[in-house]
């Protein structure tokens, strides 16, 4: 039988599991598949000369996550190391090497072209992978494949692609990754219900990789994955949709299942979601389904700044939405998205001052916006002027946006930092990608505090157990 290689290029601890290659590997039903993960490799070059030394394999498919950590306290870019990996593979094998992930989703061709690549498919896998493998394996053409990015010369071409059917597929069966180890080492499972958002905020890059329409999977496929991870021990699991809660009608059909099979008071989970609609209803059906904690990506409690950004509620729904969990004791966190278009001192200001009085458990403060091309901050960005004179971009200034870039409006001034440090300083409920304290940064990228507690036995969302690490000392 054929054999494929599926790689995973994420070195970030703490470890997130890669979900991707999980539900990849169940989509390749005829190939025989080998994982190399490198996540815990100390030295990948030595994993990957190590797979070579006794193995070989007719393809080999690279999942690219995160392009870099998209904080510009951090600015870590990944990229750099996703080359050298590519290159160690390449000094063994002149099997075709595929690009995906959700990170090269969002630039795909200048990650091709950084790495020196010729294929890669944006978007999800399922279909197209095992597609291209199918015709490769045939020794037939594969240009047509769905999704497909594939070099022509000096550039790229770009194939549409093909969504799943997300109601359609089986439960995936979670065997091809060490999702023990992840659990143990990461403290937590993961678990899609859906794919796709469509709503329009000006910075996201989740609708370019998951599509604008959001494609669900059926409640049973989606408990019985969970039954399948709880059965391998695993019992703290975070949401891996985009937004949880939207619809509402979805998640409410995934809760009553969960409850229905008796899952709620044995799986502790978390989930992204949507700070409007969130009612009293949903709320309770959570906490009955085993929700532990929720992250609402809140970026403004100003309404003129949530319009520039292109959200769809205003603040007297965050208000409405932090009562109701305060109300059902839900621990919840409000994520800012600091420094937009058009941010002041003033909105900055009357921000963290809603959050205080709101008083979410925790408050992401990230300041700063990284600037994805093919979004629509990335066009405002281009309507402001040249690039490189923008006083409101800091980072890498090229035209394609590709190394870590972010929007900090100018209009805050030089100490745009320091003065949000003031803001937040010697309040236990803010995180921030600058703060000294351990406890109060939520970069996860390489998150020590994080390995640690993990490792001491902690489990659940990151940001749930810094609190709670907080809360002890
Ligand atoms: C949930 C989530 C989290 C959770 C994860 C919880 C968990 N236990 O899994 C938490 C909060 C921990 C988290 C942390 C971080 N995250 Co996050 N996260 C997500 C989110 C919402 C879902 C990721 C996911 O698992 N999706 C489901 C899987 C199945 O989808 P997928 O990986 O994209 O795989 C599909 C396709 O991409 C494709 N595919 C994937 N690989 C391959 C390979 C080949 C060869 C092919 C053909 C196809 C293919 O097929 C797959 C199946 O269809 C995404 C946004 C999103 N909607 O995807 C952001 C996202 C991946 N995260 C992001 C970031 C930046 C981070 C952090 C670095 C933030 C930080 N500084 O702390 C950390 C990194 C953590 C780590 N160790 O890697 C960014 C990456 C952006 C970028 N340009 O790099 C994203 C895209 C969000 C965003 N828009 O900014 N994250
Ligand atoms: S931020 Fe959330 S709601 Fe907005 S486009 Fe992205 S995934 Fe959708």
Not at 272 to 283: I, N, W
Request: overall charge neutral; proline content about 5%; glycine content about 10%.
């Amino acid at each position: 039988m054929h054999r494929v290689l599926l790689v995973n290029t994420n070195q970030i601890k703490p470890p997130v599991a890669p979900l991707a290659l999980d539900y990849l590997a169940s989509a390749l039903k005829g190939f025989e598949v080998d994982l190399l993960d490198l996540c815990f490799a100390e030295d990948f070059t030595r994993e990957i000369d190590g797979y070579f030394a006794s193995s070989s394999a007719f393809a080999i498919a690279l999942t690219l996550r995160n392009t870099d950590d998209t904080q510009f306290a951090g600015q870590d870019f990944f990229v750099p190391r996703l080359k050298e990996i590519a290159d160690r593979l390449k000094s063994h094998t002149s099997a075709p090497i595929v690009l995906g992930g959700a990170g090269f989703s969002i630039m795909p061709e200048a990650i091709l072209q950084y790495c020196d690549l010729d294929l890669g498919i944006w978007g999800e896998g399922e279909i197209s992978l095992a597609r291209l493998l199918e015709r490769a394996r045939a020794g037939e053409d594969y240009y047509d494949v769905p999704g497909l990015i594939y070099r022509v010369g000096d550039g790229f071409r770009r194939n549409r692609p093909r969504y799943l059917d997300l109601g359609a597929i089986p439960s995936p069966e979670r065997k091809r990754v060490d999702n023990h180890r992840y659990f143990a080492e990461g403290g937590m499972g993961n678990i899609e219900t859906k794919r796709g958002c469509p709503k329009t905020c000006i910075y996201c890059a989740d609708p370019l990789g998951k599509g604008r329409r959001i494609r669900m999977r059926s409640p049973k496929s989606v408990a019985d994955e969970i039954e399948t991870l709880f059965n391998m021990g695993i019992d703290h699991l975070h949401f891996c949709d985009s937004e949880f809660n939207l619809p509402p009608s979805h998640a409410e059909a995934v809760c009553l299942e969960i409850i229905s099979r008796g899952l709620g008071s044995k799986v502790r989970w978390y989930a992204y979601c949507s700070p409007a609609p969130f009612g009293q209803e949903l709320a309770t059906l959570f906490q009955r389904a085993g929700c532990a904690g929720i992250n609402f990506g809140v970026d403004s409690a100003n309404d003129r700044m949530l319009r520039t950004l292109g959200r769809d509620f205003t603040v007297d729904e965050l208000e409405r939405t932090a009562r109701i969990c305060h109300r059902q004791g839900i621990v919840f966190m409000y994520d800012l998205l600091l420094g937009g278009p058009g941010e002041t001192r003033d909105s900055l200001r009357g921000t963290i001052e809603t959050m205080k009085r709101l008083s979410p458990h925790r408050v992401g403060a990230s300041l700063g916006i990284r600037v994805f091309p093919g979004t629509r901050l990335a066009a405002l960005v281009r309507r402001e002027g040249p690039i490189a004179n923008n006083p409101n971009l800091h980072g890498a200034k090229d035209e394609g946006f590709f190394a870590p870039v972010f929007y900090l409006s100018s209009a805050l001034g030089e100490d745009a930092t320091q003065y949000l440090a003031q803001l937040i300083e010697g309040d236990k409920r803010f995180f921030s990608s600058f703060a000294q304290a351990a406890e109060r940064n939520y970069n996860y990228n390489q998150n020590l505090i994080l390995v640690e507690a993990i490792k001491n036995g902690y489990r659940g969302a990151f940001w749930d157990i810094l609190r709670r690490l907080e809360e002890r000392a």
